[in-house]
Structures are given as structure tokens and as C-alpha cells.
């Protein structure tokens, strides 16, 4: 019965001391080298790419998946025009409706699309070497956040569709082929990479 006794405390003693300081406490060691630890941490760090050997990539993205590389500033590309500017999304669920971010790039809009209802093939740039092909409508209307233009714009994607409608507007799918088909030739005259 002592042994018995003896066990149950030892287990317990054992058992609360392990919950108090478990392994990786006391341990000096771990299985991982520092070259696992490095290549882990990482292996998604485009940091340590050499990026003079990556090349542009048009990525064609519905308006689903565009929308999550919306986040802060982005740079827009007029295939037509070869103007850019900087923009954020502030809103819009069935394509993104986007402002210019300041006055300088609100004046590039102005220069381009002199306030036209024309669909224009762009280019959204999303990373270094990432560039989805869309469509905007440089006519500011509606609500605004940044101040910049006196109403916002609405970009379109793949897959986007109109407000109103409802539906895919032919014209904007129409300018986002446009700018899929001729975006790497315009990305390798521009010097974009």
C-alpha cells in the first residue's frame, strides 16, 4: 500500500511540475537546425529573391480574388494613354469603386479620361511583379472618402458586374481581355520590370 501510496505522489508531483515548466522550457536544444528555422520562416519572403530575374506576370483574378489585393495604395496603369496613377479602394462589393490617393494623381485622371463614361484597359499593379489586367470608368460620381476627385471610380475585373444591373457589363469584360492581351507587350516597352 506504501508503494502504491509512493507512485500516486510521485506521478503527481511529476505530472504538476511537467504542467508548470513544460519541454521546451528546460530544453536547450530543439530537433530544428538554425538552416530549417531560416528556410521556415522564409520560404515565402520575396526579400530574398533576386527579383532582376523574376519577370512580370499578368495575372488575370476574378473580382473576388482582385478585391483582396486592394488593401492601401495601388498603382494603375492606362494601356491607352500610358498615364498611371495611384489609387485605394474604398468600398464596392460587385467591382471596386477606388479613389485617387492625391491631388497629383487625381489630376492624371482628369488629363486621361476628361471625365468619359469609356471603359479603359488598365493594369493593377498588386506586387512587384503582379499585375492584374481590369477596367475603369474615369468619371467620378457618387460617394467619395479621400476628397480628392469629387466622387469615385469603378474598376472591374473578371467576373465584376454593375451596380445597377446586376449582371457582367459587356463593355468593361470586353476592356479587361483588352488589357489581359496587351499588357505584357505594354509592360516590356514601359521598362515595368
Known amino acids: ?9 510521485f506521478l503527481l508531483v511529476v505530472g504538476m511540475f511537467g504542467a508548470l515548466l513544460p ?11 538554425h538552416a ?13 529573391s533576386n527579383l532582376d530575374t523574376l519577370s512580370p506576370k499578368i495575372v488575370p483574378l476574378s473580382q473576388e480574388e482582385a478585391v483582396h489585393f486592394l488593401d492601401g495604395e495601388f498603382q494603375v ?3 491607352e494613354s500610358g498615364q498611371s496613377f495611384y489609387a485605394t479602394r474604398i468600398g464596392g462589393q460587385n467591382h471596386a469603386d477606388i479613389e485617387p490617393t492625391d491631388k497629383e494623381s487625381a489630376l492624371v485622371v482628369k488629363k486621361i479620361g476628361e471625365f468619359s463614361q469609356k471603359r479603359r484597359p488598365v493594369l493593377v499593379k498588386i506586387s512587384e511583379t503582379a499585375y492584374v489586367p481590369a477596367s475603369v470608368v474615369l468619371y467620378p460620381h457618387g460617394y467619395e ?40 507587350k505594354y509592360l516590356k516597352e514601359n521598362n515595368l520590370f
Open 23 to 33: 519541454y521546451p522550457v528546460f530544453s536547450s536544444t530543439t530537433n530544428l537546425t
Open 36 to 48: 530549417d528555422e531560416f528556410q521556415i520562416n522564409n520560404f515565402y519572403e520575396s526579400e530574398f
Open 77 to 79: 496603369f492606362d494601356l
Open 145 to 184: 472618402v479621400c476628397g480628392t476627385l469629387g466622387g469615385h471610380l469603378c474598376l472591374h475585373f473578371y467576373n465584376s458586374k454593375t451596380d445597377g444591373t446586376q449582371k457582367e457589363d459587356y463593355f468593361h469584360q470586353k476592356a479587361v481581355k483588352t488589357a489581359e492581351k496587351l499588357g505584357k
Open 1 to 9: 500500500m506504501k508503494k502504491v501510496f509512493f507512485v500516486v505522489v
